[in-house]
């Protein structure tokens, strides 16, 4: 081995080392501050000059696309979990709870999911999105546990509904379950009259969730 190979290698493990520090320390800044935080927070969370995180990442996008793609892989592995619940009403519920859950606890991850500040999932999430969830909402509808006219769809809305809420109360941080059980109750088939307007459809809710509105 040469010099220069030996002398690499401490420097890639740094670099490497530098790397793993940056985002765990960009998950947690973005977990409490939301998106709004800068790159300077970042760093400073991290103990590190500013510069070195430019020279890892050459944007704070750059560092949100990261995140959220171990994000998006996560709550779909979540979605695959629930769907290994027998009982289909149960397995609804699980992915509504985990998800939130996760959301109360992570401002970042909640305002990328709902497309806040020009970050956001692309189509072809959004679509994937669709595709892994909705066995959940056909095997709940087959087994008449939803109401009619409930999509997977839904799940945009309803989670930027319960956005509101995460931080409505430093003193009561739970206040979210309260009102997704009242959601769910809705989703729930029972006596119910038809729903006033249809759900998106999936181009439509990809474009919800890719511009945010």
Not at 88 to 93: D, E, H
Not at 176 to 196: E, H, M, S
Request: hydrophobic share 45%; charged share 25%; glycine share 6%.
């Amino acid at each position: 081995m040469s010099l220069d190979e030996h002398n690499a290698r401490p420097k890639r493990k740094d670099a490497a080392l530098n790397n793993e520090r940056l985002v765990q320390a960009a998950r947690e800044v973005f977990a409490q501050q939301g998106l709004s935080a800068t790159l300077e927070d970042i760093a400073r969370h991290a103990g590190i000059g500013v510069g070195t995180v430019y020279r890892n990442f050459s944007s704070k996008k750059a560092i949100v696309e990261t995140l959220y793609d171990a994000a998006v892989d996560s709550a779909l592995a979540e979605a695959q979990t629930a769907l290994e619940i027998e009982d289909p009403w149960l397995a609804i519920v699980a992915f509504f709870e985990i998800t939130a859950a996760n959301q109360a606890r992570d401002r970042g991850l909640c305002e990328t999911f709902l497309g806040n500040d020009g970050f956001g999932p692309h189509e072809r999430i959004a679509e994937k999105l669709v595709a892994v969830l909705s066995p959940l909402f056909d095997r709940a509808h087959a087994a008449g546990l939803l109401r009619d006219g409930v999509s997977v769809t839904d799940i945009g809305p309803i989670f930027a509904m319960l956005n509101s809420v995460y931080r409505v109360s430093d003193e009561h941080p739970d206040l979210w379950r309260r009102y997704l059980a009242i959601i769910l109750d809705g989703l729930r088939a029972r006596d119910r009259l038809a729903l006033p307007v249809p759900a998106l459809d999936v181009a439509a809710f990809a474009t919800a969730l890719t511009t945010g509105d």
